[in-house]
Nanobody
Framework: QVQLQESGPGLVKPSQTLFLTCTVS??????????WSWIRQPPGKGLEWIGY???????YYSPSLKSRTSISRDTSKNQFTLQLSSVNPEDTAVYYC?????????????WGQGTQVTVSS
């Protein structure tokens, strides 16, 4: 069974960089047909797509966050990461990592449980 788990700091100060790691078990992040995505949900709001990294390392980001976002991977650890720079209180959200199936359709088939990130001084 594929499992994903987010990890990282729960509290980040404004202007700093948020670093989150998603550890994947039960499947390789280097497997074709899958991408590995970050999504967040601010309190009281809907899900917001951040970006993803493909199995070969190609990355894509939301236009609204692209200038501050970097997603990378470490295949030796079967992990992928999120870096979000210059954070502000509006970045407070539950952050999720998810696997994305890419075929005839797009399906976010496996999700981590999410990790709360609060941006506050």
């Amino acid at each position: 069974q594929v499992q994903l788990q987010e990890s990282g700091p729960g509290l980040v100060k404004p202007s700093q960089t948020l670093f989150l790691t998603c550890t994947v078990s039960g499947g390789s992040i280097n497997t074709n047909y899958y991408c590995w995505s970050w999504i967040r949900q601010p309190p009281g709001k809907g899900l917001e797509w951040i970006g993803y990294i493909g199995y070969s390392g190609d990355t894509y980001y939301s236009p609204s966050l692209k200038s501050r976002t970097s997603i990378s991977r470490d295949t030796s650890k079967n992990q992928f990461t999120l870096q979000l720079s210059s954070v502000n209180p509006e970045d407070t959200a539950v952050y999720y990592c998810a696997r994305v199936y890419r075929g005839y359709y797009v399906l976010y088939d496996y999700w981590g449980q999410g990790t709360q990130v609060t941006v506050s001084s």
